[in-house]
C-alpha cells in the first residue's frame, strides 16, 4: 500500500479483498486485449497512463457506484467542465464509445481467456452430465439490447452469448443491429466459439429461439450437435418404424422420448424428441437432439443439462440492471454493444472469485449466489470510492499489477463465518456452520 495512505484508508482496502480482486481481474482481462491497444493508439488527448490502464475497472466503478453522479459523466457535457485525471478519465471514455464494435465483442472473448488459468483446478469445472463430458458444451444465451434513454423504447439490438458449460466462462457474443435485416448474431457467435474449439466435438444447448432450420442445418453440416427446445414452427416428422418409448429419470421425472427427422423441403436432419412431464405446476418441456442414441445420451442427463442453462440468467440481468452505463458512454448500437460486453467481462471476473470461494470453503461450485456476492462488491466499492477517491484507487490498482499481482481473494478471508451469506438458500442449511477447509 502507498506509503502515504492512513490507517483508514488502509482499514478499507484490508476490509474488502473481494472487491480489490474484482477490479484485478478486470484489468488483467483490459490489459490483454486488442480493445485496449486500439484504444492506446487513438488517444492522445489529456492522456495518462494510468488511468487507461485502469480503464475497465473505473468503468465498474462508475458505473456501479451508488454514489455516481451521471451528470458529471454526460456524454453531452462540457469537457471543459473537468479538470486533472478526471479530465483524462473523460477522454478515456471518450475513445471506447468510439471502438468498432469487433474489438469490443472480442474483449469477452480475451478475458475468458485470460482468467481461465486462475480458476481452481479442482473447482473451477461445472458439473456437466457424465455423457457430455468428453464435448465442448456451448451454453446459448440470447439478451435485448435496450437503450438506457428513456426516449427510446424498442431495443437497439441483440446478442448472443457462448457459455462454456465447463468452465462456467461467458466465452463469446455477437451482435446484431435491429432493423438490418441481413445482420444475425448467432453466426457471429459460433464462428467465435469454432475458433476456440477447433478439433474438438460440440453441442449447442439453447431455448426455443435456437430451434431455426438455419441454424439446425449449420451445426449439421459442421458436424456438431444441439439440444434445444422444440418450436412448432420447424416440422417433425415422425420415425413410424421405431416405437415411442416412455420412463422416468432418477429424479423420478416422466418423459415421453420418440425418434423422427425436422424437415424442410427435401432436408432432413435426424433427432429425437424428448417431452419431459411437467413439475410444480410448470408447463412441460419438450426438447429436439441431434444427439439420438438413449444409452450413449439418456433422458435424464439432457434434462438436467437443458436446465442447467439458467445458472447464468439471473447473474447477468442483474449485472446488466446495476451497470446503467448510459451517462457513462452514451446511446448508440455500437455503444450498447460495448456495455453488453463490460458486463459480460464483469461476469466472468465475478464467476472466478465465486470458484475460489468453492474452492476454499469446499463448496460445491453451484453453491455460491453470484448475485449476492456481486451486491457485497458494489457496497466495497461504494466504500473505496467514498474513502479512497477515484485517483487513488486507480494509482493503487495499477501498483497492484506491476507488482504482480494476481486476481484471487486471500484464503483467511473467505475463511469468515460471514461468507456464508454468499450461499445460495438450498445449500445454507447445510454448510452454515462448517468450518473452511473441513
Known amino acids: 500500500m502507498p506509503g502515504t495512505?492512513?490507517?483508514?484508508?488502509?482499514?478499507?482496502v484490508a476490509e474488502w479483498p473481494v472487491v480489490k480482486a474484482f477490479l484485478v481481474a478486470l484489468q488483467h482481462a483490459w490489459l490483454n486485449s486488442r480493445l485496449a491497444r486500439d484504444v492506446a493508439t487513438r488517444w492522445d488527448e489529456a492522456y495518462d497512463p494510468a488511468v487507461h490502464a485502469s480503464l475497465l475497472s473505473l468503468l465498474a466503478l462508475d458505473g456501479g457506484s451508488f454514489a455516481y453522479d451521471n451528470e458529471a459523466w454526460d456524454p453531452l457535457a462540457r469537457r471543459n467542465k473537468l479538470s486533472g485525471v478526471l479530465r483524462s478519465i473523460a477522454a478515456g471514455y471518450d475513445q471506447l464509445r468510439r471502438s468498432p464494435t469487433p474489438l469490443t465483442a472480442s474483449l469477452v472473448?480475451?478475458?475468458?481467456?485470460?482468467?481461465?488459468?486462475?480458476?481452481?483446478?479442482?473447482h473451477g469445472k461445472e458439473p456437466i452430465p457424465s455423457c457430455l463430458q468428453d464435448r465442448a458444451v456451448m451454453v446459448l444465451q440470447n439478451k435485448w439490447l435496450k437503450s438506457p434513454s428513456r426516449q427510446r423504447k424498442a431495443p437497439v439490438g441483440e446478442v448472443v452469448a457462448a457459455v462454456d458449460g465447463h468452465t462456467g466462462m461467458v466465452l463469446a457474443i455477437g451482435s446484431a443491429?435491429?432493423?438490418?435485416?441481413?445482420?444475425?448474431p448467432l453466426p457471429e457467435t459460433i464462428e467465435q466459439v469454432r475458433t476456440q474449439t477447433a478439433g474438438q466435438p460440440v453441442v449447442y444447448i439453447g431455448e426455443g429461439g435456437f430451434c431455426d432450420w438455419r441454424y439446425i442445418l449449420d451445426f449439421t453440416e459442421h458436424g456438431e450437435d444441439f439440444l434445444v427446445r422444440y418450436r412448432r414452427a420447424v416440422r417433425f416428422e415422425k420415425d413410424g418404424n421405431r416405437p415411442v418409448r416412455q420412463g422416468k429419470t432418477d429424479d423420478g421425472q416422466q418423459y415421453t422420448e420418440e425418434w423422427g427427422w425436422l424437415r424442410r423441403a427435401k432436408s432432413r436432419v435426424a433427432v429425437r424428441r424428448i417431452v419431459a412431464a411437467s413439475e410444480n405446476g410448470e408447463s412441460a418441456v419438450t426438447l429436439v437432439s441431434?444427439?439420438?442414441d438413449p444409452d450413449r445420451y439418456p433422458v435424464g442427463e439432457?434434462?438436467?443439462?437443458?436446465?442447467?442453462?439458467?445458472?447464468?440468467?439471473?447473474?447477468?440481468?442483474d449485472i446488466a440492471d446495476t451497470y446503467r452505463l448510459?451517462?457513462?458512454?452514451?446511446?448508440?448500437?455500437?455503444?450498447?454493444?460495448?456495455?453488453?460486453?463490460?458486463?459480460?467481462?464483469?461476469?466472468?471476473?465475478?464467476?472466478?472469485?465465486?470458484?475460489?470461494?468453492?474452492?476454499?470453503?469446499?463448496?460445491?461450485?453451484?453453491?455460491?449466489?453470484?448475485?449476492?456476492?456481486?451486491?457485497?462488491?458494489?457496497?466495497?466499492?461504494?466504500?473505496?470510492?467514498f474513502v479512497l477517491g477515484?485517483?487513488?484507487?486507480?494509482?493503487f490498482l495499477c501498483d497492484a499489477l506491476a507488482n504482480g499481482e494476481v486476481p484471487?481473494?486471500?484464503?483467511?478471508?473467505?475463511?469468515?463465518?460471514?461468507?456464508?451469506?454468499?450461499?445460495?438458500m438450498q445449500w445454507l442449511r447445510e454448510f452454515q456452520g462448517q468450518p473452511a477447509n473441513g
Open 109 to 122: 472473448q480475451e478475458s475468458a481467456q485470460v482468467l481461465g488459468p486462475f480458476l481452481p483446478t479442482r
Open 302 to 317: 439432457l434434462l438436467t443439462a437443458y436446465h442447467q442453462r439458467w445458472k447464468v440468467e439471473a447473474v447477468l440481468t
Open 408 to 424: 484471487s481473494v486471500p484464503p483467511d478471508f473467505l475463511s469468515g463465518q460471514w461468507v456464508t451469506s454468499w450461499l445460495k
Open 177 to 184: 443491429k435491429s432493423g438490418d435485416p441481413h445482420a444475425e
Open 326 to 385: 448510459g451517462g457513462l458512454l452514451g446511446y448508440t448500437y455500437r455503444v450498447t454493444v460495448l456495455q453488453a460486453a463490460s458486463c459480460f467481462v464483469f461476469y466472468n471476473a465475478l464467476h472466478l472469485l465465486g470458484q475460489q470461494v468453492a474452492a476454499v470453503r469446499r463448496w460445491p461450485p453451484r453453491a455460491v449466489s453470484l448475485n449476492a456476492m456481486f451486491r457485497h462488491i458494489l457496497f466495497g466499492m461504494d466504500e473505496w470510492e
Open 390 to 395: 477515484r485517483e487513488q484507487i486507480m494509482r
Open 5 to 12: 495512505w492512513d490507517g483508514i484508508e488502509q482499514d478499507v
Open 290 to 292: 441431434s444427439l439420438v
